[in-house]
């Protein structure tokens, strides 16, 4: 979409008006300054689907739109996560991050900040794994997506 | 030359071929009226309230199918306006509104008159744009008049920030614009045409449903020779009305709510549904799981938005209705199947059977005023030819079943947003574009408080419009649906203390007349349209206890209708 002020504000209000749901909303200038690139999770019927498309299309400030999940892509949010890490927890936090390839990006007396990327269900996973850690923070980026191969959304 | 923003913004008007603005002056604006103050090409005219200059630029769109221009000042300028803002969005009418705006320092300060005109008006507008530098606001003008008025029209607001009004620079109007994220379509997909095309020919119990769209796109010629070719039945919702000549034998009436019987029978019962510029309202539809059961639905729209949004559609067409109409028809001509005549005279006989249950009729011997009567009345003495408008309420559905408009553009209500207070600022915009012809204004006692005060911009740009006032003293439709739905509890329905509209129509300098007897109203219409140059205000008490029938309740479909 055209990287105007209050693009995104007329897609979320767009959302809300109609009532859909946005569960995750990414954003952020392309390689060309004048245009940025959304990704939006959202969820409903077939129908919903198809009013969301056409609706986001109505607006002025969207220049092209494709439903990724109409063929094969990559979906990719990132978490970073601070945990409790003292004593004997820090080698299993460790190990953990192997797994999980993430990265420890900083390290306190008290405390690990994780990096892990992936798809949302691979986060989940991650945190979940963490089990009776203590997380004293969670931050997700929220999804981004691109399609396979050599489908891709030109302007 | 270096022009100021002002003054650039009186140029672009200019440039643009706009002859005509209505607002209201206010400091965030002041420059701007200066620059207008100094030349002639612009009209400004003043309204007495922001809403009344937005609903006024609306009826010129409607009456003319030229771009209504309203100027307004920043914070209550703008929140005034957007009633008229989000009545020309719902039905699809182009209209520019320029709001002031506080200096660009001062935005977010919570300054003197400052609204975030951008936000609140987001929801309610096709697009909207902040000119931060003077240097854009010959193109962004540009682009709101191209944005405003190709695809689905709507409104576009242009807020202006005061210090952007006094920067200068060199003065250019883009001759053309184009935009990399908005290329409206006009053409239908051939395929898709072609597949319609066949199915209507097929039809064994056809029917063709047109709103709004036929009118904004001028495709009122074109839908009348389609629809003559087939020999098809036709109904036009409330914003349709005009599109195809009421008094034409294929003309069914309106459908929907308070339609015809015989229009809402026909659309229960038909085969192919052919929907043409019309967006499946609910005041349409009735229940939508009860609606045309049977049939297969053709839909041709210039917003793929408004296409299966409502209902399932067969055939998809996304294209100008002018187009497609012209394409269906060279398509028609050419095809080597013709309508079924068989199957057509007995869906007419039928249809004929519905329409002789005359769904319309009311007591005409009644010693009270009708209302009923009156818009007959009024149909006979103006020979159908008036531009009315209308408020909302029992009056506007009134009007719109016993006035017989054979051409567009000469019934203008609020359809979508339903907003009382409309009717008579846009008769004064509907009177400003068409000098000389009959504008009319149908309201009832309610809706006309919204907006009296207009009054006094008609005796200032003497503006001879001819006022119908139904009063029965009561807010009609909300006590027709307390009557039905409520028991007989007149919550607040009842207009107690009201003016004496006739004289008050007299002291803002117009005459004032009160018709009380059945056998007065015709003379009453015949003396008031003689008044050519006056505006008359004519005050009708009518019946407190008539209905407007027949009507489908919430929840019924379309052929469950209350017949009286």
Redesign the interface.
Known sequence: MENEAGALSRVAGLFSARGYNIESLTVAPTEDDTISRMTIVTTGSEEIIEQITKQLNKLIDVIKLVELTDGEHIEREMLLIKVKAKDKVKDEITRLCEIFRGHIIDVSEESYVIEVSGDSEKLDAFIKSLGKMEIIEVVRSGVSGIARGSRSLDV | MELTGAEIFVNSLKDEGVKHVFGYPGGAVLHIYDALYQQTDVEHILCRHEQGAAHAADGYARSSGKPGVVLVTSGPGATNAITGIATAYMDSIPMICFTGQVPTSLIGNDAFQEVDS??IT??CV??NF?VKDVKDLATTIKKAFY?ATTGRPGPVVIDIPKDVTAQKCEYSYPKKIS????NPVVKGHLGQVKRAVKLMLSAKRPMIYTGGGVILDNASKSLIDLTRKLGYPITNTLMGLGAYPATDKQFLGMLGMHGTYQANMAMHQSDVLIAIGARFDDRVTGNIEKFCPTAKIIHVDI???SI??NVKVDIPIVGAVGAVLKEMLSLVKESKTSPDKEALKEWWKQIEEWRSMDCLKYDRDSAIIKPQFVLEKLYEVTKGDAFVTSDVGQHQMFAAQFYQFDKPRRWINSGGLGTMGFGLPAAMGAQMANPGEQVVCVTGEGSIQMNIQELSTCKQYNLPIKIINLNNGYLGMVRQWQEFFYQNRYAMSYMEALPDFSKLAESYGHVGMKIEKPGDVEGALIEAMKLKDRLVFMDFITDQKENVYPMIPAGAGLNEMILI
């Open positions: 951008i936000g987001r929801p096709k697009h902040l944005i935009m990399r994220s908005y917003d793929p938005a299966a949004k």
